[in-house]
Every structure is written in C-alpha cells, then in structure tokens.
C-alpha cells in the first residue's frame, strides 16, 4: 500500500499543458482531507454521510467487477449496472481518500481499466432513440452523468496510479467520451439546456481530473470558445437574474446538481474565475429559487415537463446544498432539510452542514417559503412566475401563476395557467409529465408519447384555450421566441396579494389577460382565489377555460347532462382527444353562478363560476385515447364559450371540514353567492363576488395603463367608481 | 354551591324499584372520583384525556344553551348541534364530578331541561327516510347515542337536583324516547343488530341513571323479557364463540362502544351478573378480534358497508379499550394505540391505561398483528374470515379470506372474496360501501344508492361472478340462511399458509371452492399468493373472476383491444352497469398464462392467471352510470369464461422497487412463468406456478374429503402424486 502512495506527484501525467495541483482537486481538495478524517466521529450527519459512501464502495468492492456491454434501457441490467458503478468509482474515491486503504484505489483503477477496454468500441446504445444517443447508456445525458461521478472516482486515486494506467483509463475510458460529446454531439454539448450542463460539468472535471486544459476550456467556453456556450454560457442563459431557471422547478433541481459540482471543481482548480461570485453570485439565488418552488411538503412544483414524486430530499440537491454552504455560508433555515435528507457531502461544505445542524440540535428554524415573483430569461424580461402564498408551513396555502417563457425542449403550453397547493395538498393540479422513471415496462422509464399529445398541451393546464387548439399552435420554436408578459404585482399584503400578465401572441388576434388574487377571508379564516381571465379578439372563437380539481365531487349548483353509460371524448386533438366526456351542462337562461364543490382529504373546496347565456360546462375526466393506460383518471371542469370578447371570473374557495375519525363534517355547501362581472372597458374591468356569509369581494382591474399614478374610472350601477394604480380590491361590510 | 350538593340521597327519585346506588354510577361509580382525582397531574394521558373534557364542556357552557327543533340531516346544522349537545353533556358531568364545581351541574340541569321542553312534542324528524326514524336525529339510531350520553350527563349530576328537576327531565327528555324505542319501534329495538345493541345501551342506561328497573329489564332481556333479544341475546348472537362480530370489522368498531358503556353501567350497578365474563369473557374475544381486523396502519378491512378512513384511532375505541382494561388488565400491546388514540375514558380503566403508558414510557411494545382464523355465527358454525399474514409490522402482507355468513343489513354478497393489503397498502381492494359520512351535500351523509347497486354486489368484490348475477340472487334474507363453508386451513408455517373454504349454495346448482395460499418466496423474500377457485355445475355457465387492483397498470402480457374512444358498460345490471369496459382481450389458441402488472406506491405487483381457449379478459374501470359522481375511477381485471367446470388459478406476486427519489426502479416485470392446472376430479386439483427464478411452486388440494388422514393420489404427467391430507404444498428446486 504505501508503495502505491508514495512520491505521487511525480507520476502526474504531463499530458496537457493545465496546471497541476496535488489531487484529489475536484470536489474535495487534497487539503481538506486532514479536516476531514478530523471531524469524524463528531458530527452524526457526516458520519452517516460517510458511511453510506463506505457501504456504495464496500458493497461494489465486495461483488466482482461487472462492466457489461451496453444493451438495456432504463430499469434495465445494464443501465442500472453502469449507474452502479458509477456511484461505486465515486464512493470509493472518497473512502480511499478517507482511510488511504488501497484496496479502494485499486478498485477504482480495476474497473476504470475495465471502462478502457468497452469504451473505445462502442457505437450508439442499442436502445438509443434520441438525437443524443449514448454509447453507456441510451441517452448521451446518462454518459454525462457517468463522465461527473468516474472522474471524481479517478481524481481521487489518481496518485496511486502509474503512467502506463493513466494513459490505459485515460485514453480508453475518458477521452473517447469526451472526444464523441465534444465533436460528434458538438450541437447537443453546446445546448444551453440541462443536458448541456451535465456534459460540461462531465467534460471539465474529466480535464481537471486528467490536466487537459482543452477540455477544461471546451467545458467552461464551449466548443466555439467564446461562450456562446459552455458552461458561463449555461449560467447566463438558463438563469434570470433572480435565479429562476428556464426549464421550470423540477429541472433546476436537476441542473443544479452538475451547476454546483462542476462549480466546485472549477472553484478548486481555478479559484481566480470567482465562479460563485459569477453574475452576482447567480448560482446562489439559483439554489434559492429552486427550493422556494416546493410545496410545503417538499415536493416540486410539477411545471413543465415533470414527475410528482420528485421533493427537496432527492439526491441532487444535497450536494447543492453543501457545496453552497461553503461558498456562501451555511443557510441556518436549510438545516431542518439537510436532516430530513439525511446526508451531506463529504467535503467541506457538507462538515459545515453537518457542524451547523449538530450545533442547532433539535431548534432549527423551519424553512420559510414566502410569496415570490420571478422574471425569466436571461435579462429578466421574458415574463415570469408568481406564486402568491397564504399562511405558514404546513398549512400554506399556495397559488402559482405562470408566465414565463416557454421553458426549452420540456416547456409546455400552458401561458397563464395556475396551480394551487393547500395545506400541503394539489387543489388545482398541473398534471406534470406522462413518464414512469426508469420503468423498463414503460418504454424503458421515457417520457411517454402522452407527454406530448396529453401533458403539454395548453388544455391540460388550469388556463384558456382558444378554439381548441394549443398556444403557439403547440410549435416550440414559435413558443419560445414568445414569453408571457408580466403586467403588475402586489404581493406588500398577506392577506390580499394579486397579480396579472398578460399572453398576447400565444394566439393570433387574440389578447389574454389574467389577473389573480389570493386572499384570506377575514370571516373563515380560510384563502379564496379570485380570478378574472379576460380575452380580446379580433373576430369569435370558441374559449375553454379547464380546471383540473383534485378530488372528489360533492355537489354542482348546476344541472347536466350525464354520459353515464356510454361515453365519447371531448374532442380529437391537441389534448381533447385524452379527455373523456362525461357531462354536460347547457346554458341557463339567465345569468348567475355555477358551482361545482369537492372534497380532497379533510377539506372542501368549490369553484363558483359566472354563468351567462352562452355558458356551457363540460365534466371531464383525463384517459380518453390511452390505449396503454398511461394516463391517471382525473377530473376536469371546463367553462366553454363561444364568444368575441369575454370576461371570465371565477373564485375558489376553501371551505367547512370533514374528519372520518370524529366523525364531522360541516361547511360542504360553498359559501358563494354571486360571481358578476361588473364593468368592462379596454381600460378597466371591474368584478364582484358576494358570499353568503362575509360581504363582498371587488376586484378592479387597469387593461391598459399599469402605472401606480394612473386614475381610473369605472361606471358600476351608475355609480362612479374610481381608484389609482394597476388595481383596487374591497372587502364590502358583512 | 355546597347547597347544590349536600345532602342529595334524600332527594332519589322513587319513580321504580330498582335499587338506588350512589350517583353516578354508569362508567365511573361515586366511589372511583376521590382516585381519580388524586391521579391528576400525574399520568399524562389522563390529565390530556381529562383536559379534553374540560375543554369541550366549558366550549359548551360558554355559550347559549341550544336545543333546536331538529330539522337537517347529518352535516347540516341541528344535527350537528344535538350531536354536540350529548358530548357536551357527558363531559359537563365529568367535570361536575372532578371539580364538584355547579356551573357544570347547572349546565346539564339547564339542557336537559330544554330537552324536556322539546323532546314530548317531536314527531319523527322531518329528514327521516329508513324504517326506524329518529326525533332528534333523522334515524333513531342518533337518538340511541343522545341517550348513552345524556344519561352519563344525567348520572352526573343526579345529586345536585331536586325532585321536581327529576321529574322533569326524567318525563320530558328521557322517557319519551325510551318509550318511543321499546314501544313505538319495538321490532327496531329488538333487533340483534348494531342499531339494536345501542338502543339497548341508551334504554338501559337512562334505566339506571333514573332508576327505572322496567327500563333497565328491557334493555337487559329484550321487550319480550325472554333474552330472545336485548343485551344478553346481543352478546349471544353477534358474536362468534372467538368473538367475531357478525356485520364484519368496521361495525364491530361501532358496536363495541355501547357493549363496552352498556356492560360497565351493568356492572357498576348489578354486579352480580358479571356480565364481563359473560359467554367466556365475550367481550375481551370481540375487543382483540376488532383489532386483529384493522391493517397494519389501523384501518379498518372495509368489509361490508364500511369506510375506508376509519381507523383504530377512532372514538368509538377508546372507551372500549379503557374498560376492557378495568375488567381484563391492561393489555401491555395496547399501550401504543392508547398514546396514538391520545385519550382515555376517564374511569378506572382508563387511570389504568394511562398509567401503564407512563410506566411503558417509551418502550412499549408493538401491537402484533398475526394470522387469525375466526368462525362466524353464534355457534361458530356459519362459516368464517381467515386472515393470512407474512412479516412484521409495517412490511406486513395480509391476505383477508372471507367465508362468513351475510352479516346483517350492511352485509355484502362477496362469499369466497379475498382481499390483499402489503406493505399498509390495499393492493386487491374491497371497494367499501358508498357513502360521505356526515356531508349534507351528499344525501345527508347517508348510504348512496350505490352502496346497494354496487358496492354490495358480487361482481364489485375480488370473487366468482355466475352468469352476471349476485350470490343469492341479491337476497339478503336467502344470503342470511346461507353461509360458507371453512374446508380447511393451515397456519402453522408463516412461510407456507393455506386456506380453503366452499360455497355450495351462494348460486343455485354451482358448487364453489376456493382455497387460497399465502407464500413467503425464499429466493425474493416477498409474497406470493396463489389462487385456486374451482367451480362445477350442472350445466354450462359465464364465470368472471374480477381483480380490483390498485395501482397503476405497467403492463400486460397479453394483446387486447382497447376502447380508447368510445365507452360501454360491462353489463346491465347486478353492479355491471357501474364498470366502464376499457379492452378485451380474445381468447387465445394455446393454453397459456396473462399476466398484469401495477405499480402502488414504491412496489410492484403482477396477477398471472392462467388461460386456455375460452378465456377472455376485460380491462374494466369503476365509474359508470354514476350520474352523481358517487363512486371512485377505479380499475379492475375480469377473467371470463363460459364453461361448466372450470379451475381458475392464479399468482399474485409483489416485486421489484420504484424509488423516484433514489431513481430506482428495478424489477418491473413479472417472475411468473407459466401457471397451470396440473389435474383435476373430483377428488383433487393440482395446481402449479413456475418462476423465472426461484423454481416452482406446486399445490395439490383435497375436494372431497379433508381429514388430516385422508390419502390422495393425482397423476401428473403421467406420475403418481400421493399426498396425506387436505393439502399439499411443494417449492421444487431453483
């Protein structure tokens, strides 16, 4: 053993012309080692850390070598074999570093020699059926992956290696993969996208792991070298300048994972590029738009293409979390989820973690998630999200509306769609993707062609559709040069937040305004959201306005029709197709108020509706032309009018309570009475909602004119109402 | 105050004969308070228990007395408010007797003076619609629970009042009602049935608290005074000799209450007839049977007309568990659900419990669920509910077997049905019963129509279907006549557990048997379950065997046609008019095997069944002619034949592992690969189940004569198989 360790240094393969500093020096550096073995034994969250890492290597260590040639798809043999191993390469790195017991390096070089047989003769995965096939995996993405966890593996023996083994597993294993991702992918490399990221976080530490100074600049400039891509390129294009990232929530956790690694890499190999300092320390409000995008129960907020499974303790964000706290201080609010997670990284972030939540012991501070509104795009001026919250923790009430732009090739067209989340629970769910992750029964764990057909088209989402078609016409590129515009915010009052945007290209001749507000009725305590979504057009469309609500129904103020033995869908395309339906209602002579009440868990909600004499309501259920049973059955109300110019204005209400223990349940009538648009000019629309119990809700809108300064005017019974400023919300007497 | 108090003897009412013990005297008697007292402050459990009281009594007292003329249903405000009224009352009284403070005596006096003012004058509410209406409440069974509570209020303060409030409250709350039960709705209050044991309880508790022996003889012996009905023949005929509770788990928790309240006021006051030991300590069998029928997270196995939220946490529980401790000891494996329940009565025994928590500290020791076989009937001889378990705690599969009689009114036709829970989850469900407990909006929170239309029919349970039709043609009084049959059951090998029971008389001509075993593979560690129903008739019939998985289907094995479209009905009628048909599939050329797999939660599971030329499968979903939107979008596998003797075998196993948050999902594909009948006569049947891995499982089945000493003998592939016994069941080499 102490032969493989000795005199190290002078081994370092001169194969580049990069500096060359003593290794490990990607995620950990040499000198942080001492610290670290130091620490052991004193801090739980680390031992344990430390002893995963310990059973990934021993267990690996323990089974014989197994680099098989790439055949199955995700959920497959090997696929799930060369995940292993990659985790294995990187454990044992860190256990070798730890106990510098050789048997570690040498299984790291054992099977990184392995990798240099297979690589070199690999053509694309078997199973590839993307335009970035890869040569381990089915994806190239999952390549990357490997190239981020075996370099650390390698970095951390590399001292114990000959000249003759480092030119074996360098040319054999890394190279090939960096060679096929930088040349024969160079557009998909290039991607500013979180494919992109991954095979920049894998080419860079591959060069710092092997000193080769091109790849590190291929990794960092991009292939052009003049970070028009590459990774400063990824940090000033998929970020706005408060962090939100493109893709939606559930990607940034994804992305943030090689962000913050290779980020360490760079920070520890090239400390002089201030990499976390880079455009006002972005990586840092990444991290914390990130977490402000989980509903109280940790999960992410399915926007785009997502999982809903996916919360805050998934693995990719504890390296994250770690590596932040060494750069920007340990967060004292984050310690409840490093526990929660159950591990850090070992290195000096994650000790950091660790020491912080041993020090907090059993007082630490919950995790705030506050009402926050977000630009998109990379100035910040390609519209937004906002997500408006009521109450603390565990019974928040939480309502996301999304503006944004389109959000890459996972984007979906949903412009001014909203969600709500209470007390932990979907109210008003996006449906996320169609995708069963890593199912090899499931097309190999794919996103599912539904993905496209069902879950990203704009009726699959809580916001208008014109003519029943999707926004964009469902064209990404047209989508993405066409972001939502943020139109004015209020966010000062906790009791009383609203916000509006504005869509006036996703179709053509047609102008969508959308103002919401959530509000905590002073009566009950509990949130209401008002909604007003007001279209314009050139000539008559037919307007659907979907409510996905979760749960299940109680009662309608309306009368239907109901398929009850016979069923047909909704309609033949852009998502119609998926929904089957299941009543109808027809409109009522004179206007007024439709209702439709359910209950999810121990709470009732109801959706109160303007009804006028054109209103036709469709019950619906998601699963139609799902002849793979993809889909899940899920409810639907859609508002549907023929019309012009429309208003429509809708609020939702929590309401009453039902506990099957204690056998109550009270309050399941919804406490609405009257939902009426009052006013409605170009300039101004002004609406009402009257409850039964609690007065009256009036909500006034500017069209046209947003400046806090502007006097408004609207005529509402003859009376004169006026207000200054963007909007103006009552609570009439009760 | 003390003026209230003194000398209150004197003032016992004389109104009957019966002897006149010191008030109170239902569920703590005068002489348990100095204890009681004293204990405050030092077992938790009892001071929080004790607090609860305080709090819902002083709730009460802190507003206007409101005694309304009832008028709404369950959930709307009068019934809510007589609810909480009678809680209100006993609490007033527990407190009267902890603190001796009059304002609570004041309080009962007060109401139960306004009672007095109410009650003589009701006629049946105005919402009643079963044959046994209520006067405070719209179904006398409400009444029945305002009396058990009242009473204790009564009880409480008896001391405090003079002779005319007596009269008063005893005349114009009490006796009316009494009357009403035992005269007005005699055959009601007779009946051995849930709704009669809390008539009775009610009556003779009111017997006691006002000293009516009349009162308290009807209660015990029935109107007739012959024990034909009442309390006594309750004990007697609900029960199985094991303490099985013949309307199924969910009633059992309902029932146990007043039993338990009932029997304690019965002991409190007529010692002499130890009712606790009663039929071989009746009640401790039917208190530990209550619990051995909930799943490993406390819910109930919704048997019958039951709700799936209700679990052993429930009200109804903890008084039971209190008294049982008074008159049982305290059974140290309750301790935990008595902390998780986080109340006691306050009463000896539940000083007693509290206690034992305090002295358990935190070591205290898991409730053990384990396999259980109950008989049914009074005598043990109608049939009967096996529940097979493998593992431990919360990674327990449970397999419930059901072959008991009809189980009352709220009985299903599901003879020979399985149900099958893994892990705290329902994997193969009952669907329950259909209903919204307490919310108004849907019918006053009663049973829905397609409790009866659907759930309660054959084709909504997980067993054999005849010719589209229910068991007993959907008779309730054929099906009480007629109960399973137990043929034999080995439990004795945790890995290898076999039942098998028969239904010779559920369809007219149609023999049915089904034998059911629950295996612990030895190479996976996990269940497995097989299935063998063999049915024989004397002319050909349309057998469909349904599967009412939970989950979500990964995959089939075999090709079917999908309605992906356009929907129908399965059937017409008999609960077939509530499934949707999804796909069929054609019967295929060679025998073979279908498999189907689902996920739930972060587990697979697959049903393999084997086919020949005549099968069909129905992909079937829960939902149809349900205009009001009553019943849950559920799915279900149907195995279809058209035969006159035919064996159905099937597996279901449980395997692999989805974890999103590791991204892990190995294992999504059945191990099963071929299931077949190996033999079948009269005698015997021989079934076998081969896996990819882990060799082959072979179970061989007596028909005719299940004495342990019986030889059987079966030729199979041309060899002899001899076998001693009912059954045999053989893991052959892998």
């Known amino acids: 053993m102490a032969l493989l360790v000795a005199g190290l240094l002078a081994t370092g393969s001169a194969s580049a012309g990069a500096p060359a500093p003593a290794h490990p020096a990607l995620l950990i550096k040499a000198a942080d080692v001492p610290t670290l073995k130091q620490s052991l034994g004193q801090y739980p969250l680390l031992d344990k850390s430390y002893r995963a890492l310990q059973k990934t290597a021993d267990k690996a260590l323990a089974s014989p070598i197994a680099v098989p040639v790439p055949k199955d798809p995700a959920g497959g043999y090997t696929h799930e074999q060369h995940t292993r191993n990659y985790y294995a390469l990187q454990a044992a790195g860190i256990c070798f570093q730890m106990t510098k017991d050789g048997k570690y390096a040498r299984f790291v070089r054992d099977m990184l020699l392995e990798y240099s047989k297979l690589i070199p003769g690999l053509k694309n995965h078997p199973e590839a059926k993307s335009s970035s096939p890869g040569r381990l995996f089915h994806q190239a993405l999952n390549d990357a992956n490997w190239l981020v966890y075996s370099a650390q593996g390698y970095d951390a023996v590399y001292e114990t290696l000959t000249p003759a083994e480092h030119k074996q597993i360098e040319d054999g294993a890394f190279r090939p993969l960096c060679n096929y991702f930088t040349q024969d992918l160079k557009s998909w490399f290039d991607l500013v996208h979180n494919h992109g990221v991954w095979a920049a976080a894998g080419v ?16 960092v400039h991009g292939s052009a070298g003049n970070d028009k891509s590459g990774f400063l390129a990824q940090l000033n294009g998929l970020f706005s300048p408060d962090g939100y990232y493109t893709e939606g929530p559930y990607y940034s956790r994804y992305a943030l994972s090689p962000f913050f690694m290779f980020a360490q890499a760079i920070d520890n190999n090239q400390p002089e590029l201030h990499i976390f300092e880079y455009r006002g320390s972005i990586l840092k409000k990444a991290l914390n738009s990130s977490l402000q995008l989980t509903n109280t129960d940790g999960r992410y907020y399915p926007l785009n293409d997502a999982l809903k499974e996916k919360d805050w303790t998934t693995q990719e964000l504890i390296g994250a979390i770690s590596i932040a706290a060494q750069h920007y201080g340990v967060d004292k609010t984050l310690l409840g989820l490093a526990q929660q997670q159950g591990k850090v990284l070992v290195a000096p972030g994650g000790l950091a973690v660790a020491k912080a939540v041993q020090e907090a012991s059993k007082n630490l501070q919950p995790y705030q998630r506050q009402s926050v509104l977000y630009t998109d795009g990379p100035t910040g001026t390609e519209g937004g999200l906002a997500v408006l919250r009521a109450g603390a923790q565990d019974a928040q009430t939480s309502l996301i509306f999304k503006y944004t732009g389109h959000g890459l090739s996972h984007g979906h067209y949903d412009k001014l769609g909203i969600v709500l989340y209470d007390r932990g629970r979907e109210v008003l769910q996006d449906y996320g993707a169609v995708r069963f992750l890593n199912v090899e029964a499931k097309e190999g764990g794919r996103y599912l062609p539904e993905t496209k057909t069902w879950a990203s088209q704009t009726v699959a989402h809580n916001t ?15 989508a993405e040069k066409n972001a939502g515009q943020a139109w004015f915010a209020d966010i000062r009052n906790a009791n009383a937040q609203v916000v509006s945007a504005k869509a006036n290209s996703a179709y053509p001749g047609v102008q969508l305004q959308r103002t919401v507000a959530l509000v905590l009725d002073s009566l009950s305590g509990k949130p209401l959201v008002l909604d007003v979504f007001r279209v314009q057009a050139g000539a008559p469309h037919q307007y659907d306005l979907p409510w996905y609500y979760q749960g299940q129904l109680i009662s309608t103020s309306f009368k239907y029709d109901s398929f009850a033995t016979s069923r047909q869908t909704v309609g033949l395309k852009n998502g119609y197709q998926h929904l089957w339906r299941e009543a109808i209602s027809q ?14 868990g121990p709470q009732f909600y109801s959706l109160s509706t303007a009804t006028d004499t054109a209103t036709h309501l469709v019950l619906a259920r998601i699963g139609a032309t799902d002849p793979n049973f993809n889909l899940r059955p899920e409810p639907a109300l859609l508002v549907r009018e023929k ?13 009453g309570e039902f506990n099957p223990t204690s056998e109550v349940a009270t309050g399941s009538r919804s406490n609405v009475a009257r939902v009426a648009v009052l006013f409605d000019s170009p300039e101004a629309t002004v609406v009402e909602v009257q409850l039964r119990h ?38 009439i007497g009760h």
């Open 464 to 478: 208008l559709v014109v003519d029943e078609a999707s926004d964009f016409g469902g064209k990404e590129e047209v």
């Open 694 to 731: 609690g007065g009256t809700y009036r909500l006034a809108v500017a069209n046209q004119d947003a400046a806090p300064t502007k006097a408004h005017e609207a005529i509402v019974a003859g009376q004169s109402l006026r207000w200054q400023g963007p909007y103006q919300l009552r609570h």
């Open 643 to 655: 019309a012009q110019n429309k208003v429509f204005v809708s609020v939702l209400e929590s309401h």
């Open 587 to 600: 409109p009522v002579r004179t206007p007024g108020v439709a209702t439709l009440t359910w209950l999810n």
């Open 204 to 219: 860079g530490m591959v060069g710092y792991a092997i000193h080769d100074q091109k790849l590190i600049n291929l990794a």
